[in-house]
């Protein structure tokens, strides 16, 4: 059985074959399609780094509908960041690629290793801004909002520039 997933992806290192984060994350979408058939792409958008994370990032959003469960589905996010060059470090720390699931059509999941909705989405722009692109009306299943509306939201929220 076919399910849907929205993955996030993101990255602020640059890659050795693959070049500035922007295009890290153009040819991680590409690749993604050995997960699935990536069925929607957002467009990719630069965001200011949190937590020990030093430089700017380049980020994603894109729909792959998989005949994987979550399991499976996260095992293959997190082989494709090692052939990016993923290692194992610093909580938020630099990365050459982060994929993560947010959302699945099978609504929640939850274990020791994986939980869907992903915990933090709704309070992240570089999330939702290129979730709600690509999928405006998928609800999340806690709050019952569509990404269009949490987007909009945490615009409301966010102070505006000086």
């Not at 792959?64 to 960041?81: F, Q």
């Not at 869907?116 to 979730?131: C, E, N, Q």
């Not at 999340?140 to 949490?150: A, E, G, I, K, N």
């Amino acid at each position: 059985m076919s399910s849907t997933y929205l993955i996030a992806l993101g990255s602020n290192m640059r890659h050795r074959v693959h070049g500035p984060p922007r295009a890290v994350i153009g040819a991680a979408m590409e690749e993604c399609a050995a997960l699935g058939t990536v069925t929607r792409r957002s467009d990719i958008i630069d965001s200011a780094p949190i937590g020990p994370a030093r430089r700017r990032f380049a980020n994603a959003a894109c729909l792959i509908e998989s005949e994987y469960d979550p399991t499976a589905m996260l095992s293959g996010l997190k082989r494709l960041e090692r052939e990016f060059g993923r290692r194992s470090g610093q909580r938020w720390g630099d990365r050459s690629l982060d994929c993560d699931i947010i959302l699945w059509s099978g609504q929640r999941f939850d274990t020791a290793a994986l939980t869907i909705p992903h915990k933090s989405f709704r309070a992240r722009a570089f999330v939702l801004t290129p979730a709600a692109q690509i999928a405006p009306s998928w609800r999340d299943p806690v709050s019952h909002l569509t990404l269009r509306q949490l987007d909009a939201r945490l615009t409301a929220a966010r102070p505006l520039p000086r």
